[in-house]
């Protein structure tokens, strides 16, 4: 089910550690082109941070079903700009709430040429405050070993990070309730 009204109240405008002027939104259903053009230049191994396997691109299932939000439950947030009077997404920051809405999955992918210039942490950090807003109580993500910057990123906002050996991968874990 998708949210029949856009949640504007979530956009705002920030600049990034990196001098980057961004706006960070909740995802429409028609940034797939905008979508579609991130992951045309994400370099293989962004990819499998991202997505813990191997793609080309999306297809055309996999785009849809990203596309599809329900804004009640789930935040979805892209940062994005505009160049050459054209906007871009940047980054996207996702939480899937789990039924009870205390407890929530995040992912993050930020594009290649803005990696390390504050996107993430700017998505990441808008994404938790409207978690925190929400009475979303405990975030937990998961990444591979390899990749350093998003543990941390997560290290950095406060995120317990420990081992899974099950997974071969790290939790990260954050509680909001403080």
Same mark, same amino acid.
């Given at each position: ?30 940034? $797939? ?41 789930? $935040? ?41 210039? @504050? ?7 808008? @994404? ?12 937990? @993500? ?24 099950? $997974? ?11």
């Amino acid at each position: 089910m998708i949210m029949r009204t856009y949640p504007d109240k979530y956009e705002i405008s920030t600049i990034t550690k990196g001098g980057l002027k961004v706006s960070i939104r909740p995802l429409r259903v028609d940034d $797939a082109p905008l979508f579609e053009d991130l992951f045309d230049i994400l370099s293989p191994r962004t990819i499998y941070y991202r997505f813990f396997m191997r793609l080309k691109k999306p297809s055309k299932e996999m785009l849809a079903k990203l596309m599809q939000i329900d804004h009640d439950r789930d $935040a979805v947030l892209v940062a994005t700009d505009i160049k050459e009077g054209r906007e871009r997404i940047l980054g996207v920051f996702r939480l899937m709430c789990y039924p009870d809405r205390k407890e929530g999955e995040f992912s993050l992918l930020v594009g290649d040429p803005w990696q390390g210039k @504050g996107v993430g942490a700017k998505l990441l950090e808008h @994404g938790l405050y409207i978690a925190k807003e929400r009475g979303v109580e405990l975030v937990l @993500g998961m990444a591979l070993p390899e990749n350093k910057t998003m543990l941390a990123l997560a290290r950095k906002r406060g995120f317990a990070v420990r081992w899974d050996s099950d $997974a071969c991968a790290y939790d990260m874990i954050i509680d909001l309730k403080s």
